[in-house]
């Protein structure tokens, strides 16, 4: 066990680390596995409307759908470009970054697909790996190279290899800007609760680093890298970083950090997360994206709310 936990759960996987983790966890709560099958489960995204989670299980080259309700699992959509990271706009609509397209889409309430964010400069994209929508309806997102470099996950295409870089698509022209040029591979994106931070996980050098959203500028490390690798991330409404990580066989899962980026707590899963959202009825089930698998856990908090 890599971290001695300072209050005790029911379900030992839960482990609160400092005083400043009290209450983010639910008690009697525990880690609940609600579908499996996949290949490599990726960018959960909660449809409260609907009642249902979608992921992309990307080497399948398919999205999956879980009922709250029912319990059951369904093809949401197939083929799916294969399809990383998701979330939803100001207006409910799905974005989605896709790996074969190298491409951002908008799926409308119709079923139709609006292409946000193809050639840049002239230029095919990397592949888009996760996005997240500001208050102000912009959509940003990050464009490694993984999925362009692996047929695993729908790359492999002979196109030329850009800088990693992290995009805004600005909501009234339409524009595609590269923001955050200065990381080796940024993936997982998240503000803080203000919108004033814009975190990103760089999988080059395996940090977290913060980004001021009003002044620009370089980002600034939060946590460094060497301590195992962390990929998507979210934000609760206290501010505190949920991180989902791969390390060592007793170091998979979530890592939760808090604004002064202290590690505070740890959720133990059987493999590497790579991605996680707040969803459910009232926005406190967290819903992570493992390997293989979905899981969840009601916590104590709830997801920000912009």
């Given amino acids: 066990m890599p971290f001695e936990p300072t209050e005790t759960y029911p379900d030992p996987r839960l482990r609160v680390l400092k005083p400043a983790a009290e ?27 609907h009642g249902c989670l979608v992921w992309s299980d990307i080497p399948h080259d398919r ?3 879980w009922d709250e309700r029912s319990g059951t699992v369904q093809v949401f959509r197939s083929p799916s470009h294969y399809a990383n990271g998701n979330t939803r706009d100001q207006q409910g609509r799905l974005i989605s970054c896709e790996h074969q397209t190298a491409r951002v889409t908008r799926t409308e309430p119709d079923g139709s697909i609006t ?24 959509v940003w997102f990050s464009d490694p190279h993984y999925g362009l470099t692996s047929r695993y996950e729908g790359g492999g295409a002979d196109r030329e290899q850009r800088p990693g870089w992290v995009y805004r698509i600005d909501p009234d022209s339409g524009s595609v800007d590269a923001v ?40 600034t490390q939060f946590v460094a890298g060497g301590d195992g ?11 505190n ?47 992570m994206a493992c390997c293989t698998s979905i899981y969840s856990v009601f916590t104590g908090v709830r997801g920000a709310v912009r």
């Fill in 180 to 219: 955050v040029t200065e990381l080796e591979a940024p993936n997982g994106l998240a503000f803080a609760p203000d919108e004033r931070t814009l975190y990103i996980v760089d999988s080059g050098d395996g940090g977290i680093y913060r980004w001021d959203v009003a002044t620009g500028g370089p980002p």
């Fill in 23 to 49: 209450g983010l966890f639910v008690f009697n709560s525990a880690v609940e596995r609600l579908a499996d099958g996949c290949r490599w489960a990726e960018g959960p995204v909660w449809f409260g409307d």
């Fill in 229 to 239: 690798q962390p990929d998507g991330l979210r934000v609760d409404e206290r501010g």
């Fill in 63 to 65: 999205m999956l759908r």
């Fill in 115 to 138: 292409v946000l964010a193809d050639p840049h400069d002239g230029r095919p994209l990397n592949s888009p790996n996760d996005v997240v929508v500001s208050s102000d309806g912009a």
């Fill in 241 to 287: 970083l949920w991180c989902g990580w791969g390390g060592s066989p007793d170091d998979n899962g979530v890592r939760v950090y808090s604004p002064d980026a202290e590690l505070i707590a740890f959720i133990d899963l059987p493999a590497r997360c790579a991605n996680l959202t707040f969803g459910g009825l009232r926005g406190d089930r967290l819903f």
